[in-house]
């Protein structure tokens, strides 16, 4: 079994900062692919950015780049997200998900992965 939680989301202004945090715990093998996704009421869920933490595949959406990096602590059961530079689009619950391993064609999506967080959400105001 594997657990996921997010943390970090709040409100913020254009233009600030916020760093999402997911911790994983259960079957260290089942996470060694993470990423985080973030959807809009009414939308579908999208990927903003996702690694395989042991090296290999990393994807990074280009409405982000340059703005958020993603890293993942020395123990790979921490994934961080550091977003800068917010924009109220950026506003929405953001999602953190793994599995065991990064299968994803040309960019992941949301059956790419098996186990997600509750989320948090992420509003910037203008």
């Known amino acids: 079994q594997v657990q996921v939680a997010e943390s970090g989301g709040g409100s913020v202004q254009t233009g600030g900062s916020l760093r999402l945090s997911c911790t994983v715990s259960?079957?260290?093998?089942?996470?060694?692919?993470m990423g985080w996704f973030r959807q809009v009421a009414g939308k579908e869920r999208e990927a903003v950015a996702a690694m395989a933490t042991m090296g290999g595949s990393t994807y990074i959406a280009d409405s982000v780049k340059g703005r958020f990096t993603m890293s993942v602590d020395n123990d790979k059961s921490t994934l961080n997200l550091q977003m800068n530079d917010l924009k109220p689009e950026d506003t929405a619950m953001y999602y953190c998900a793994t599995n065991e391993a990064c299968w994803w064609i040309g960019y992941p999506k949301s059956p790419d992965f098996t186990y997600w967080g509750q989320g948090t959400q992420v509003t910037v105001s203008s």
């Open positions: 259960g079957n260290t093998r089942r996470h060694l692919c």
